[in-house]
């Protein structure tokens, strides 16, 4: 999941655009979240079972797992305590390139299952609760049960078309949220200018949320936008391979140094690094060819030509084109499916129902469900008249441009020795 | 280097306790002609700005603009510590990483030092344009204190109008309702006027939370003055005489739009 080791390359690099900042200062803000990506969270996390027995889902009088719904329920309701206004984004179709992610997934679930099974007949829990955990998956069916929890909660839902961080993304470029709730870093690639993590409350709330800053990540790092989303492809992606033996810090300076994937395989050692043959399917095709005798395709040509939809085109042996494998993750970063200017709106909770689905057909406790909603009703009475931030009336005053960035240092740690080169006036002008 | 002596040592006391419980930390920052401080509480909600005069303090220097962090919660700990009627020295060097504090009692027959750790704050100071409101309001800061007391009985949300008739805060909650009106009110003592400007009626509603962590300034200054206009945060000012002021903004609840 996710872009490889790009989360600690950004804390190194550009450590300007992390933050950790309080729950509370989210106050009023929408925030759309990767609602696949809690589910898995919430059916790995909430389970229960004794020190002897493997720890097993929450399930219903059917025996079907509860786990997710009760998770979303009482996070939502955490989120909408403290005036955040989620909106929760599901996957739509994966892309056709990312099937060999998908594959290598499945084949992981597999291996997970043959150790599963080693695990249960050796008797030892502590592998069989590992393994179990491998082997959750989020179907259909609980896709469903979120999205009815959550229309019954009043809260607004979104259908990506394709991947859900790139809609969320989306949204977040288009103003229509603040920020993006996720811990996968897909998002910064997709452009999203707020990123959240950690908002998991996993230690009743005493974590603080990582806030990652998409502009500040890329001035850091000193790229533009194109050679960012180069560098996570270099990282590794979900749509395809990297190319052997480049790590962060090499994938770093191969950018820095020839701003492009095309010039740095032009410049490549390809005795040092394995490039993958997708990334070069030209070259491939062209020994075929003059074998075959076939025309020869033009790199460049070609590349101008991504512009038809290929998305569509099978991704088997028979596939007639040859744009470069990076070529087609770059695209799908840059022009993802997305839809836009929802109408996103926040409503009530419909009591009755919400009970009679959480009782009867979730199983779960009715005083529990009852409080619950208490304060779920609470959070919205007090949202109809929300709370406006002080900095959506006035704007922070152009920074010291760097002049001063030390170390940053806790409540109570040593300030670091400021060096001289704030002039007078320089902090905090009058006006 | 930075020094600044200030014989009403009280002033300085009053003021961090009446920003303590609205931030955690701040940066005091120090130039050639004031000393001032900004800083919004953790919700971003609201903002307090202090500013102080050089001309104020008995002696202040100040070679060079400085920033200096503080915990606030530490900064009060130490403050208990200076008598009411001590003179207060504030001290620093340019690149120090501790803020001394000297308290010595009127007879000059006491003097205790403490050094407070600084820190690195990293602050965004927001640039607040000098606007004309719509409406101020001047009254007495004790009253400003007990109807924001007397309204968080009934409830956390109150909403100040300002029309003709005078200026009226208004709380409804579980309980009931609660009204508070005050007229125009020219007494003799100018600490006790109420004394309305308004050029267009205008109504805003607050969150008493924030409203009642302003009024522990009350003991900063008779007075206290409400500056409104529609749909921005009011102005919640309380003067320090011949000295500087402290301001509150508080961003209102804003009908949702969305």
């Known amino acids: ?431 | 280097m930075f020094e600044a002596r200030l014989t009403q040592g009280k002033i300085f006391k009053q003021l961090i306790e009446a920003l303590k419980d609205l931030v955690q930390d701040a940066n005091i920052d120090c130039s050639e002609d004031e000393l001032s401080i900004q800083a919004m509480d953790s919700s971003h909600v609201s903002l307090v700005q202090v500013n102080l005069q050089a001309g104020g303090f008995d002696h202040f220097r100040c070679d060079r603009t400085i920033s200096l962090g503080f915990n606030s919660t530490n900064m009060s700990k130490i403050l208990k510590c200076a008598g009411n009627d001590d003179v207060i020295t504030l001290k620093a060097e340019d690149t120090a990483d501790a803020l001394t504090l000297m308290f010595e009692s009127p007879g000059q027959d006491r003097i205790a030092d403490f050094e407070l750790k600084l820190m690195d704050i990293d602050a965004e100071p927001l640039g607040i344009p000098d606007t004309e409101y719509q409406c101020t309001i001047r009254m007495p800061s004790g009253e400003f204190q007990r109807i924001i007391r007397d309204l968080q009985v009934l409830g956390d949300t109150c909403v100040i109008s300002c029309t003709k008739e005078g200026v009226r805060f208004s709380v409804s909650g579980d309980l009931g309702t609660g009204n508070v009106l005050l007229r125009n009110n020219a007494a003799e003592k100018e600490e006790d006027q109420v004394i309305i400007e308004m050029e267009e009626p205008v109504e805003l509603t607050f969150a008493l939370r924030y409203l009642n962590f302003f009024t522990k300034a009350t003991s900063l200054g008779g007075s206290v003055i409400l500056s409104m206009s529609p749909e921005v945060p009011v102005v919640v000012e309380y003067p320090i005489e011949e000295f500087g002021h402290i301001k509150y903004y508080l961003a209102p609840k804003i009908d949702d739009d969305a």
């Not at chain 1, 939502?76 to 892309?95: H, L």
């Not at chain 1, 695209?331 to 926040?346: P, Q, S």
């Open chain 1, 1 to 431: 999941m996710g872009i490889k080791q790009l989360a600690k390359l950004l804390a190194d690099e550009a450590p300007e655009c992390i933050k950790e900042v309080p729950l509370k200062s989210l106050q009023g803000r929408k925030i759309a979240i990767d609602a696949s990506m809690s589910i898995y969270q919430f059916m790995i996390a909430v389970r229960q079972g004794g020190s002897n027995n493997p720890a097993a889902m929450l399930t219903n009088a059917d025996g079907e797992p509860t786990s997710h719904v009760q998770g979303f329920f009482t996070r939502t309701i955490r989120y909408m305590s403290e005036g955040i206004k989620p909106v929760y984004v599901f996957d739509g179709k994966p892309p056709n390139i990312k099937s060999g992610e998908l594959v290598k997934r499945r084949e992981k679930r597999e291996k997970a299952e043959k150790e599963l099974a080693a695990a249960k007949e050796a008797g030892n829990i502590e592998e069989q609760d590992k393994q179990a955990k491998r082997l959750v998956r989020a179907g259909t069916k609980e896709n469903n049960d979120c999205k009815k929890l959550l229309e019954l909660m009043g809260i607004p839902v979104v259908n990506a078309p394709c991947e859900a961080e790139a809609e969320a993304s989306a949204l977040c470029k288009n103003g229509e949220v603040w920020a993006v709730g996720t811990e996968d870093m897909d998002a910064l690639t997709f452009g999203c200018p707020v990123l959240l993590r950690k908002m998991t409350f996993a230690k009743s709330g005493k974590e603080n949320i990582q806030q990652m800053n998409y502009k500040k990540a890329i001035e850091g790092l000193n790229l533009t936008h194109d050679q960012f989303v180069d560098l996570c492809i270099l990282l590794g992606c979900d749509y395809c391979d990297s190319i052997k033996g480049i790590g962060p810090k090499k994938a770093l300076a191969f950018i820095r140094e020839y701003g492009c994937i095309e010039k740095i395989l032009e410049n490549l050692d390809r005795k040092k690094f394995t490039v993958p043959d997708d990334w070069v399917p030209n070259e491939k095709k062209a020994k075929e060819a003059e074998e075959k005798e076939e025309a020869e395709y033009d790199t460049d040509e070609e590349k101008e030509k991504t512009g038809k939809p290929k998305s569509d085109a099978d991704e088997e042996d028979t596939e007639e084109e040859v744009v470069p494998i990076y070529v087609k993750a770059r695209k799908l970063f840059n022009e993802h499916e997305v839809i836009t200017n929802l109408d996103l709106k926040w409503k009530e909770c419909q009591v009755e129902a919400l009970t009679k689905y959480l009782v009867d057909e979730m199983g779960f406790n009715p005083d529990r469900v009852k409080s619950n909603i208490e304060k779920l009703q609470k959070a919205q009475k007090a949202n109809t008249k929300p709370q406006s931030r002080m900095d959506s009336f006035f704007k922070p005053l152009p920074s010291k441009a760097g002049a001063k960035k030390p170390a940053k240092a806790t409540v109570g740690s040593k300030r670091k020795a400021n060096d001289t080169k704030g002039k007078k006036g320089a902090f905090f002008k009058k006006r």
